[in-house]
């Protein structure tokens, strides 16, 4: 199936991108190419078929509820675009 | 002095011939003078280099110092280094500085290794010829008007281009070993789990793999004796005990079983790149190999599953990225959407939003079993036919690329023939099984590589393999024309 103008909008909107205006056909363009290119694996019967999640079929490992990190706060925050009072800062979410 | 590799530089610190402070100075000297014809590095680290030299010397001279004891290597930037600005070569990361090392730089750090600066690559990894990078396309040491390849460019041009003798590099579809194939120098993608991810700017999880790239497969076993290992840090890494890889180069290979895949050497492949490799599968029977034909018959579908769970991973990773803790934000959003919008619309590149728009649409209700579990299928009968044909012979041999280095702007317009350009080294990855790339000949001027391809955890063999071949030709050792020495 072939993507419109207003589905790659949806998508652009589900992934949170701001995509131009005069972009969105070259985008469109672009990602119908690459569903016409990944649409080759609908011809093959994968029936039966366990899906491989991770090469080495690993399971995920537990370790114990301590504390190992030590506390980086003022360090973790320099690097954000706001803050204050020790706290990351956005536009007013609430009225 | 600058083609040495690192193996050589280590004897002649250790017979003290030159120091570590003065190797650093001369290497940082000619990346000053020469890489503006490349555009390898992104960040030059000048004063911790320096520092990292003295020490190193102070080390050596109390007969201490790791086994990499002043040695100079450089990283991609997508690896954290602490205090230095970690890009991944976006815009979204320009003005990032790590708070932390990555384990591989770390371990390569208590190794006693000097670093000099941080590698230009294509943004968040994700390409094939290092020209999406926001910091403009790195150049083929080879030929300056064609790609070095990608995603590790930077670090395939800064190899070959005898600015640093060895470097790091990450590898999700082919993105160590293929620039290693263009630039003609020797890569190893480890397989997943060996190398700790820790600290590595994260593009599709399950297939990230780490690795070494460096003029010889000699230097690639002393640098992943240091990076490789268990790390509890990284939930992924395989628990083994760590291998001494240097051990085995020189075991002979009388014996071992070669595979060549036929659906590797179909009608597409370059006749020049076809004949280099043949040449190099000959060279092996001379060492003592033995050569039948196999069939890897899902090969070509490796790349519509992997176009669909590599975008799908990274539109996941990708999400981080929000202008909110750290890395670029829009000017004066209006409200928190905005914020997200732009600054994510602004950060990122076009390719990197065109895999996170098909990551997201494949993710997205309703087309789940259609894209995503239907390529996971594919994952399984990639990795069962590698399998299978592992029980045959003891290794695949095949070329790294389909063709040599191809133009700047060739293939820049359309993702679609980019992504062809990765179709025997993408199969590792979805497998999760070793690969190495070598320098096995050249057609038009240009190198070939050839990609090595083992069992699980045969990283060992692969770089005993790769030595042998490099002991008995000299492919390793070619400098690009153009570049003095």
């Known amino acids: 199936m072939s993507l419109d103008r207003s589905d790659v ?20 363009n672009a990602l119908n190419r690459i569903l016409e290119l990944v649409d080759q694996m609908q011809a093959v019967d994968t029936t039966a078929i366990q899906p491989l999640a991770h090469p080495l079929d690993a399971v995920q490992r537990l370790r114990r509820d301590e504390v190992s990190e030590p506390n980086q706060r003022d360090t973790l925050l320099a690097l954000a675009p706001a803050t204050e009072a020790g706290l990351f800062l956005v536009p007013k979410v609430i009225e | 002095m600058f083609d040495l590799t690192l193996a050589e530089l280590a004897r002649g610190l250790q017979g003290g011939e030159f120091s570590s402070t003065e190797l650093t100075r001369a290497y940082l000297q000619r990346i000053k003078t020469l890489d503006a014809r490349y555009n390898s590095f992104i960040t030059v680290t000048e004063e911790q280099a320096l520092a990292q030299a003295e020490a190193a010397d102070a080390a050596r001279a109390a007969g201490a110092g790791g086994a990499l004891c002043g040695l100079p290597i450089a990283h991609k930037d997508l ?14 990361l320009d003005n990032f500085v790590s708070p932390y090392d990555a ?19 294509d943004e968040f990894a994700m390409g094939s010829s290092s020209e999406s990078s926001y910091y403009g396309a790195v150049r083929n040491p080879w030929d300056s008007e064609r790609v070095p390849g990608g995603s590790s460019g930077g670090s395939a041009a800064a190899v070959a281009a005898r600015l640093t003798p060895a470097a790091t590099g990450s590898d999700t579809g082919g993105s160590i070993r293929q620039p290693a194939a263009l630039c003609g ?3 190893l993608k480890p397989t997943y789990g060996r190398v700790s991810r820790y600290g590595m700017i994260a593009f599709a999880s399950s297939l990230d793999q780490a690795g070494p790239m460096a003029r010889s497969a000699e230097d690639c076993a002393l640098l992943l004796n240091a990076m490789a290992g268990f790390d509890p840090l990284d939930s992924t890494c395989a628990e083994r005990d760590s291998e001494n890889y240097t051990a085995a180069l020189d075991q002979p290979l009388t014996g071992l079983k070669i595979g060549l895949p036929k659906e590797y050497f179909s009608a597409a492949l370059d ?7 043949h040449n190099a599968v000959a060279e092996f029977e001379k060492l003592g190999a033995s050569v039948k034909e196999v069939s890897l018959p899902n090969t070509a579908l490796c790349i519509p599953a992997y176009y669909i769970l590599a975008p799908a991973e990274a539109s996941s990773n990708l999400s981080r990225f929000d202008g909110v803790r750290y890395g670029y934000r829009c000017a004066a959003p209006v409200d928190l959407e905005d914020l997200y919008k732009r600054s994510r619309g602004e950060g990122f590149g076009s390719e990197v939003k065109r895999r996170i728009m098909v990551g997201t649409y494949a993710l997205s209700a309703g087309y789940y079993d259609a894209y995503y579990r239907k390529a996971q299928q594919i994952r399984r009968m990639i990795q069962q036919d590698f399998i299978n044909v592992l029980t045959e012979v003891d290794v695949i041999m095949g070329p790294t690329t389909p063709q040599p280095a191809f133009r700047l702007g060739e293939k820049s317009g359309d993702p679609v023939a980019m992504y062809m350009e990765d179709i025997f080294t993408l199969s590792l ?22 990609q090595i391809i083992g069992h699980y955890f045969a990283e060992s063999r692969l770089l005993n393999i790769a030595h042998r071949f490099q002991q008995a030709t000299d492919w390793h050792s070619q400098i690009p024309t153009g570049v003095e020495v």
Do not use: W
């Open chain 1, 9 to 28: 909008e949806q998508i652009a909107h589900l992934a949170r991108l701001q995509i131009d205006a005069a972009d969105m056909d070259a985008y469109s």
């Open chain 2, 79 to 92: 690896f954290c280094t602490q205090g230095v600005r970690t890009s991944s070569a976006s815009k979204m």
């Open chain 2, 103 to 121: 384990t591989i730089v770390s371990r390569l750090k208590t190794a006693g290794s000097v670093m000099l600066g941080k590698l230009n690559m």
């Open chain 2, 185 to 187: 120098i020797t890569g």
């Open chain 2, 271 to 277: 006749a020049g790149v076809a004949e280099q490799v």
């Open chain 2, 429 to 450: 990855n979805l497998a999760g099984l070793p690969g190495i790339s070598i320098p096995c000949g050249q057609t038009r001027g240009l190198p070939v590589g050839l």
